[in-house]
């Protein structure tokens, strides 16, 4: 299943922020690496419910990108449930290091 399969099926009722499928349909035809280690994935694995330990705010997390040491990034459904105003959020792999790291997608790239 190619990355934009995948954040479709894992958005859900959401709607994928325009920016970010674009980067997923790049992806898909030049599957490496951005910037440093990340790459497109969605939260197939339910990494981020493990991340909060199964406490309901993971439920306002959507998952949308990895880095090599499974760190996660993002949309962070704080506000309302639009992703397209959601921050990114990331969430290290060792807890370090996590938080808001931008207010929108387009502020991501």
Known sequence: MS?????????????IPSE???L???????PVFFAGSFEVSADK?????A??????IFEKVL????DGVGSIFGL???KNDNPEEAPIVYLGSEGEGSGVISSTFPEFL
Not at 51 to 56: G, M, P, V
């Open 3 to 15: 990355s934009t399969e995948e954040l479709k099926k894992h958005f859900g009722k959401y709607k």
């Open 20 to 22: 970010l499928l674009e």
């Open 24 to 30: 997923a349909k790049y992806f898909d035809k030049n």
């Open 45 to 49: 694995f339910g990494s981020v419910k």
């Open 51 to 56: 991340w909060f330990r199964e406490k309901e």
């Open 63 to 66: 998952g949308f990108g990895i």
């Open 76 to 78: 962070w459904l704080c």
